[in-house]
């Protein structure tokens, strides 16, 4: 049998965290601490995703700073809409 390599071990991580993410959105406890569990993975997959998959390492470090600040603002972001969805609502709406 062949051993896992190091980027099918990122890969089966991934999934196992996408999987627990599902679970976890399915529990219906919905409030703050779900809210950092689920900011939090974001910002663990996507930091594997970038430094695994995408060779950032071998990128301009302006590059590698855009991308890490993307995969840290996405978090921010689903934070943010948890706790002040309505001035999001009220910010984002044309009319």
């Known amino acids: 049998m062949n051993r896992l390599g190091h980027a099918e071990k990122i890969w089966l991580l991934l999934l196992a965290l996408t999987l627990a993410g599902a679970w976890l959105a399915e529990t219906g406890h919905a409030g703050w601490?779900?809210?950092?569990?689920?900011?939090?993975l974001i910002?663990?997959?996507?930091?594997?995703?970038?430094?695994?998959?995408?060779a950032i390492t071998a990128a301009?470090?302006?590059i590698?700073?855009?991308?890490?600040?993307?995969v840290t603002l996405v978090p921010l972001l689903v934070i943010f809409s948890h706790g002040w969805g309505d001035v999001l609502r009220r910010l984002t709406t044309l009319h």
């Open 64 to 70: 590698r700073r855009i991308l890490h600040g993307f």
């Open 43 to 54: 910002a663990f997959k996507g930091r594997l995703v970038i430094d695994h998959y995408m």
């Open 60 to 62: 301009h470090p302006r």
């Open 33 to 40: 601490p779900l809210t950092f569990v689920v900011a939090g």
